[in-house]
């Protein structure tokens, strides 16, 4: 209770703003088992040693305004990671994944920050992880997971992660583990936490992508999350494409536009690691984005044909890396929910009364608050009957 009552009265009197709270916290006051979303608009962005703060005024339904005071690392660390002094600015509206304190006052750790036109701002730092076989993975920076492949001559990349910066940071990253340059990269699909980073790349590597990730990518370039058009894959295809690079065997599968229209995996034979992006992205129960012409059916076919696969290894898009087991299940899980809320829907359940009969591993909306699971299978078979 002392150090709640410590919070507030700095808050009242606005004392907060250059005393960095883990001083007198410690990591302990901190609940790391939940992440709270705090949406708001920034009032002070204070990039400072030892951390820097970031204040938020967050409404609730009833106009009553919480004052937010959150905290993240050094200027050092953060520039790692792709923030910089003007990431955020007074004004700006965000979205916070917030790791609260255990008594409950409006202060709480940085997990990420996500600007109103998609941006991501991470407090992840970058870090590669050693499969087999000259096969790594990365996780952290800013944007999806990526994989690269050593071959004989050069280095095979598999997504390009959110902003240049990231990228020139994975490519750095990358130059520790061998000398060989980045050849070619595989896109996993077209959303920007996965592409927007290709022009950290050096001119003239060869893009690789499903021809409809292609398409998207040229599509969004009026968009405030825009690819970049002199850095669009150089190499297409529809179902599959099997190449060797380098002496590396790849083959690259795509079935039917499932996550979005150009979704692929990329397939190490030898190796047995399945690369599959947002495809295989268990963090969220089965994300579709249906503006770019994804299904839920889609998804399911896609994972019944990773799942065939004669692999052991899933590296996705986001968390960590998955088995064939886990796979599985959550395509169980998937099937039997999906069938629900058809079920549900021939007996004239409303959407509101559906989505009350979510299971909790299903979060009500997706990313940037896109329709959830319920919603996209709602939609499907609200207008197109079957
Ligand atoms: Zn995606």
């Given at each position: 209770?002392?150090?709640?009552?410590?919070?507030?009265?700095?808050?009242?009197?606005?004392?907060?703003?250059?005393?960095?709270l883990?001083?007198?916290?410690?990591?302990?006051?901190?609940?790391?088992?939940?992440?709270?979303?705090?949406?708001?608009?920034?009032?002070e962005?204070?990039?400072?040693?030892?951390?820097?703060?970031?204040k938020?005024?967050?409404?609730?339904?009833?106009?009553?305004?919480?004052?937010?005071?959150?905290?993240?690392?050094?200027?050092?660390?953060?520039?790692?990671?792709?923030?910089?002094?003007?990431?955020?600015?007074?004004?700006?509206?965000?979205?916070?994944?917030?790791?609260?304190?255990?008594?409950?006052?409006?202060?709480?750790?940085?997990?990420?920050?996500?600007?109103?036109?998609?941006?991501?701002?991470?407090?992840?730092?970058?870090?590669?992880?050693?499969?087999?076989?000259?096969?790594?993975?990365?996780?952290?920076?800013?944007?999806?997971?990526?994989?690269?492949?050593?071959?004989?001559d050069?280095?095979?990349?598999?997504?390009?992660?959110?902003?240049?910066?990231?990228?020139?940071?994975?490519?750095?990253?990358?130059?520790?583990?061998t000398?060989?340059?980045?050849?070619?990269?595989?896109?996993?699909?077209?959303?920007?936490?996965?592409?927007?980073g290709?022009?950290?790349?050096?001119?003239?590597?060869?893009?690789?992508?499903?021809?409809?990730?292609?398409?998207?990518?040229?599509?969004?370039?009026?968009?405030?999350?825009?690819a970049?058009?002199?850095?669009?894959?150089?190499?297409?295809?529809?179902?599959?494409?099997?190449?060797?690079?380098?002496?590396?065997?790849?083959?690259?599968?795509?079935?039917?536009?499932?996550?979005?229209?150009?979704?692929?995996?990329?397939?190490?034979?030898?190796?047995?690691?399945?690369?599959?992006?947002?495809?295989?992205?268990?963090?969220q129960?089965?994300?579709?984005?249906?503006?770019?012409?994804?299904?839920?059916?889609?998804?399911?076919?896609?994972?019944?044909?990773?799942?065939?696969?004669?692999?052991?290894?899933?590296?996705?898009?986001?968390?960590?890396?998955?088995?064939?087991?886990?796979?599985?299940?959550?395509?169980?899980?998937?099937?039997?929910?999906?069938?629900?809320?058809?079920?549900?829907?021939?007996?004239?359940?409303?959407?509101e009364?559906?989505?009350?009969?979510?299971?909790?591993e299903?979060?009500?909306?997706?990313?940037?608050?896109?329709?959830?699971?319920?919603?996209?299978?709602?939609?499907?078979f609200?207008?197109?009957?079957?």
């Amino acid at each position: 209770m002392r150090s709640r009552g410590w919070s507030l009265l700095l808050l009242e009197f606005g004392l907060v703003s250059s005393i960095p709270l883990l001083a007198h916290h410690g990591n302990a006051a901190y609940d790391y088992t939940v992440t709270k979303t705090v949406k708001g608009i920034v009032t002070e962005w204070t990039w400072s040693n030892p951390h820097c703060l970031l204040k938020v005024n967050s409404k609730d339904e009833k106009g009553n305004v919480t004052h937010w005071i959150l905290e993240t690392n050094s200027p050092v660390d953060l520039l790692r990671t792709g923030w910089t002094a003007t990431s955020v600015k007074p004004g700006d509206e965000v979205t916070v994944d917030v790791i609260p304190t255990k008594n409950g006052t409006p202060v709480g750790r940085i997990g990420r920050v996500v600007l109103a036109d998609g941006t991501v701002l991470s407090t992840d730092p970058l870090a590669v992880i050693f499969i087999r076989d000259g096969a790594y993975w990365t996780k952290g920076g800013v944007g999806g997971n990526t994989g690269f492949v050593v071959g004989k001559d050069g280095v095979i990349v598999f997504d390009a992660k959110m902003t240049p910066n990231s990228a020139k940071e994975m490519i750095a990253a990358i130059a520790k583990v061998t000398p060989k340059p980045v050849t070619h990269v595989v896109l996993s699909h077209s959303d920007g936490d996965h592409v927007n980073g290709l022009s950290g790349f050096p001119k003239g590597v060869t893009i690789i992508a499903q021809e409809n990730c292609k398409r998207e990518m040229e599509e969004s370039k009026d968009s405030r999350m825009a690819a970049a058009q002199d850095y669009l894959p150089t190499k297409i295809f529809d179902k599959n494409l099997d190449l060797t690079i380098d002496g590396v065997r790849v083959q690259l599968r795509h079935w039917v536009p499932a996550h979005t229209s150009g979704d692929l995996i990329m397939l190490l034979p030898d190796e047995r690691i399945v690369f599959g992006g947002d495809l295989i992205d268990l963090t969220q129960f089965a994300l579709v984005h249906t503006q770019k012409g994804g299904s839920t059916e889609g998804w399911i076919t896609s994972m019944k044909g990773i799942i065939d696969l004669d692999a052991d290894t899933f590296v996705s898009g986001h968390g960590d890396l998955q088995t064939k087991s886990a796979l599985r299940a959550r395509l169980t899980a998937v099937e039997a929910r999906r069938q629900k809320i058809k079920e549900m829907i021939a007996s004239g359940r409303s959407l509101e009364e559906i989505k009350k009969t979510a299971p909790p591993e299903e979060p009500p909306t997706g990313p940037f608050g896109s329709p959830g699971f319920t919603e996209v299978v709602y939609n499907e078979f609200a207008k197109h009957p079957s």
